[in-house]
């Protein structure tokens, strides 16, 4: 049984920061390319980041470039999105997935966790 559990999320004014975490059970972990994506309300789920099995590839969405930074923890099993400077426009449900492609780059990924609320006040 495949189980991806976000967490980390919150409330958070402008420019704080918050760690996401993912946590991945069911799978071979370090076989999955891993990605976060986020939906705001009213709008579609849309690419945030994402990295290879290795860590070796990682690709941003230009919106949080610069700003957030996608890690991985294959020991753990663990997926981890640092935000910094955050802004109101990062307001979103924040979902993890994982795909055994090279990259996480749509929505046509083959594992999704539940998400979790990132809430940025002005």
């Known amino acids: 049984q495949v189980q991806l559990v976000e967490s980390g999320g919150g409330l958070v004014q402008a420019g704080g920061s918050l760690r996401l975490s993912c946590a991945a059970s069911?799978?071979?972990?370090?076989?999955?390319?891993m990605g976060w994506f986020r939906q705001a309300p009213g709008k579609e789920r849309e690419f945030v980041a994402t990295?290879?099995?290795?860590?070796?590839?990682?690709a941003y969405a230009d919106a949080v470039k610069g700003r957030f930074t996608i890690s991985r923890d294959n020991a753990k099993n663990t997926l981890y999105l640092r935000m910094n400077s955050l802004r109101p426009e990062d307001t979103a449900v924040y979902y993890c997935?994982?795909?055994?492609?090279?990259?996480?780059?749509?929505?046509?990924?083959?594992?999704w966790g539940q998400g979790t609320q990132v809430t940025v006040s002005s």
């Open positions: 997935a994982a795909d055994p492609g090279g990259v996480v780059l749509t929505t046509s990924s083959r594992y």
């Open positions: 990295i290879s099995r290795s860590s070796v590839r990682i």
């Open positions: 069911g799978l071979t972990f370090s076989s999955y390319a």
